[in-house]
């Protein structure tokens, strides 16, 4: 009588969680937003993750859960199930849940890249744990070491992929302490890198000039102050970004360098 009890609980929580999937559908299709977690194989191919290393089993935020491997088609980014086809399964893992006599359900496994799960298996039991208001859930955890930032649920992986750049820009050239009032920001990726790299040709080149070796903060501050401001100046009073409202000045710069020897 009481497993009934919890069957019938459990069959509510799939209806209503069902409910909600339907109406995420209905706003994403009309919003042309991304209803769907992220797709874990997509993550590891544009950001180059290799070598995770096991971690044990440990606690993790389910708000922090954006993707699978494997079965991302499957769940909207909320860990709505999008198919009645895992009906059966869903409502035995529930009863489960909600039956505190049960035993509860094994852990399930997710590889982590920055501050973000991907499920390996058990993506069910995240889907009845969102529904039934849980904040964590036991996982066996995999990690890879690769820093990216930016991931969520729906996100464009350009987006993140470019965020992961930048980052790793400001970590390397302290532009934010040296020049606080810089406005360098891209809208594409492969542009921080194109910067990076001039940033060395100066370090290289001043010291040839000066005979003796230019520290990279001095490098960092002679490329803001001599290159990119002085082009960015021109490129402001020029006009031309009124013709680009997505794209920023630095956008410009990097056009305009790699297109030096045509221009000229």
């Known amino acids: 009588m009481v497993s009934h009890i ?8 799939w209806d209503r969680a069902r409910r909600k999937a339907f109406w995420a559908e209905l706003r994403a299709d009309f ?10 194989d997509q993550i590891a191919d544009r950001f180059e993750l ?18 699978s491997v494997g079965r991302y088609q499957d769940f909207t980014d909320a860990f709505l199930p999008t198919t009645a086809a895992m009906e059966e399964r869903w409502r035995n893992i529930a009863t489960l849940y909600l039956d505190a006599t049960s035993g509860g359900v094994p852990p399930i496994a997710a590889y982590q890249v920055g501050d973000t799960y991907f499920v390996r298996d058990g993506n069910h039991r995240v889907s009845v744990a969102n529904q ?7 996982a066996y955890i995999w990690h890879y070491p690769e820093s990216v930032v930016g991931l969520a649920a729906g996100i464009n992986i350009d987006l993140a992929l470019l965020e992961t750049e ?4 400001l970590d390397q050239t302290q532009i934010d302490l040296l020049r606080p009032a810089h406005n360098i920001r891209l809208t594409a ?3 921080y890198n194109t910067i990076l790299g001039q940033i060395i040709y100066y370090q290289y080149a001043l010291s040839q000039i000066d005979g003796e070796e230019i520290s990279y903060p001095d490098a960092v501050t ?8 002085v082009t960015e100046q021109v490129i402001e009073q020029s006009g031309i970004m009124k013709s680009f409202p997505n794209r920023t000045l630095t956008d410009f710069y990097i056009w305009i360098i790699r297109r030096h020897w045509e221009l000229y």
């Open 189 to 191: 990726p492969e542009g």
């Open 166 to 169: 930048r980052q790793a820009f």
């Open 222 to 229: 002679a490329w803001y102050d001599m290159r990119y401001e």
């Open 31 to 40: 919003g042309g937003q991304d209803r769907q977690i992220l797709n874990f």
């Open 132 to 138: 039934l208001d849980m904040v964590d859930i036991e």
């Open 50 to 67: 290799s070598n995770a290393f096991y971690e044990g089993v440990k606690r993790i935020p389910l708000n922090k859960i954006v993707g």
């Open 6 to 13: 919890y069957q019938q609980q459990a069959k509510r929580e």
